[in-house]
Nanobody, 121 residues
Framework: QVQLVESGGGLVQAGGSLRLSCVVSRTIFSRYAMAWYRQSPGKQRELVAAIISGGGSTDYADSVKGRFTISRDNAKNTVYLQMNSLKPEDTAVYYC??????????????WGQGTQVTVSS
C-alpha cells in the first residue's frame, strides 16, 4: 500500500515563505507524476502544482505562478512545494497526490493526510 505523508505547514505572515514536503512510502515513486492540491473551507480541492516523474516538467495554477515551486528528489521519494510571497488566500489544507501527467495531471486515489497552511494578513 502506498502512503503519502506531508509536513511543513504552519502559520506565517503575508509575504512569508514555507516549504512543504511529502514522503512517499514506496520505491515506485520515481515512476509517477506528483502534485500538490489545496482545499479551503467551502471550496473544492484544487490543483496547485504538478511535476512529471523525471522532474523535468512542471505545471502550476495561475494563482501561484511565479510564487510557488514544485520539485522532487527521487532518491528520497520526496516531493516539495516551496511557497514564497504567501497571501491570505493561500490559506488551505495542502495535500500531495500521486498520479500521471500527459498534458494534464490525472490524480490517482493516493492522498496524504494534509498539512494546514495559514497565512495571516
Amino acid at each position: 500500500q502506498v502512503q503519502l505523508v506531508e509536513s511543513g505547514g504552519g502559520l506565517v505572515q503575508a509575504g512569508g515563505s514555507l516549504r512543504l514536503s511529502c514522503v512517499v512510502s514506496r520505491t515506485i515513486f520515481s515512476r509517477y507524476a506528483m502534485a500538490w492540491y489545496r482545499q479551503s473551507p467551502g471550496k473544492q480541492r484544487e490543483l496547485v502544482a504538478a511535476i512529471i516523474s523525471g522532474g523535468g516538467s512542471t505545471d502550476y495554477a495561475d494563482s501561484v505562478k511565479g510564487r510557488f515551486t514544485i520539485s522532487r528528489d527521487n532518491a528520497k521519494n520526496t516531493v516539495y512545494l516551496q511557497m514564497n510571497s504567501l497571501k491570505p488566500e493561500d490559506t488551505a489544507v495542502y495535500y500531495c497526490n500521486l498520479g500521471q501527467y500527459s498534458g494534464t495531471y490525472y490524480p490517482y486515489d493516493y492522498w496524504g493526510q494534509g498539512t494546514q497552511v495559514t497565512v495571516s494578513s
